[in-house]
C-alpha cells in the first residue's frame, strides 16, 4: 500500500478481555516500531523490530503485552486482560533500512478504549 | 522514558510570527528528527538533521543541532494558522524515542 495502515481505527473493549492490533508497513520495509501515545502525551516506545534480529521489546510495559511480526512484513500488537490503564492511541511507525535517511511513516493509530 | 524533552510545552503566536521550538536529550544519537502531529492521531516526519551536521533547512523549516549541548531547535518562519499541531523531536540511537512535544497555536 502507499502508507502505513493500521486496524481497527478504534477500538472499545471491556476490562479483562484480549484485543489484537494490526499494523501494515510499507511494503519493503525492514523496520517497525509500535508507540503507545495517552491523551495530551508524548510517545512510549512499546518494541521494535528490525529485519530479521530478535526485536527490542524493552518497552512493553508488562507480560500482558506481546507483539509479533511474520515474514517481516505485517505487525500484530495483541494486550491480554486489557486494564482501563491500557486505553490510549497505538502507533504504528515504518521506515526502510532503520529510518537513518528517510525518517518514519506513521500508521492513523488505534484509539483503543478500555471500559 | 523519554529521551529528548521539548520546550516550551505550549506556544503562541500570530500568524506570519516565527516559532522555535527547542529539544534536549541525554544520549549519544545518530540523528534526530522532528515530526508534526495533528489531532493527536498519526504523525508526519518533517525534517532529520544527522549527528555529523549542524543545521539544515527545508522549505520554512530550519533545524538546528548542537551534539556538544546534546540540544536541537525547530524554526517554522513566516507561520501560517496550519502549522498549528504538535512537534516532537526523537532520537535516533539504537532505537527511536521520542520527546514530549511542544503545542503550537498559530492564531490568524
Known amino acids: 500500500g502507499a502508507g502505513v495502515s493500521q486496524s481497527p481505527s478504534n477500538k472499545v473493549t471491556e476490562k479483562g478481555k484480549d484485543v489484537e492490533l494490526r499494523c501494515d508497513p510499507i511494503s519493503g520495509h525492514t523496520a517497525l516500531y509500535w508507540y503507545r501515545q495517552s491523551l495530551g502525551q508524548g510517545l512510549e516506545f512499546l518494541i521494535y523490530f528490525q529485519g530479521n534480529s530478535a526485536p527490542d521489546k524493552s518497552g512493553l510495559p508488562s507480560d500482558r503485552f506481546s507483539a509479533e511480526r511474520t515474514g517481516g512484513s505485517v505487525s500484530t500488537l495483541t494486550i491480554q486482560r486489557t486494564q482501563q490503564e491500557d486505553s490510549a492511541v497505538y502507533l504504528c511507525?515504518?521506515?526502510?533500512?532503520?529510518?537513518?535517511?528517510?525518517?518514519?511513516?506513521f500508521g492513523s493509530g488505534t484509539r483503543l478504549t478500555v471500559v | 522514558s523519554q529521551q529528548g524533552e521539548e520546550d516550551p510545552q505550549a506556544l503562541s503566536i500570530q500568524e506570519g510570527e516565527n516559532a522555535t521550538m527547542n529539544c534536549s536529550y541525554k544520549t549519544s544519537i545518530n540523528n534526530l528528527q522532528w515530526y508534526r502531529q495533528n489531532s493527536g492521531r498519526g504523525l508526519v516526519h518533517l525534517i532529520l538533521i544527522r549527528s555529523n551536521e549542524r543545521e539544515k533547512h527545508s522549505g520554512r523549516l530550519r533545524v538546528t543541532l548542537d551534539t556538544s549541548k546534546k540540544s536541537s531547535s525547530l524554526l517554522i518562519t513566516a507561520s501560517r494558522a496550519a502549522d498549528t499541531a504538535s512537534y516532537f523531536c526523537a532520537t535516533d540511537y539504537q532505537k527511536v524515542t521520542f520527546g514530549t512535544g511542544t503545542k503550537l497555536q498559530v492564531i490568524p
Open positions: 511507525a515504518s521506515s526502510v533500512r532503520g529510518g537513518g535517511f528517510y525518517g518514519y511513516t
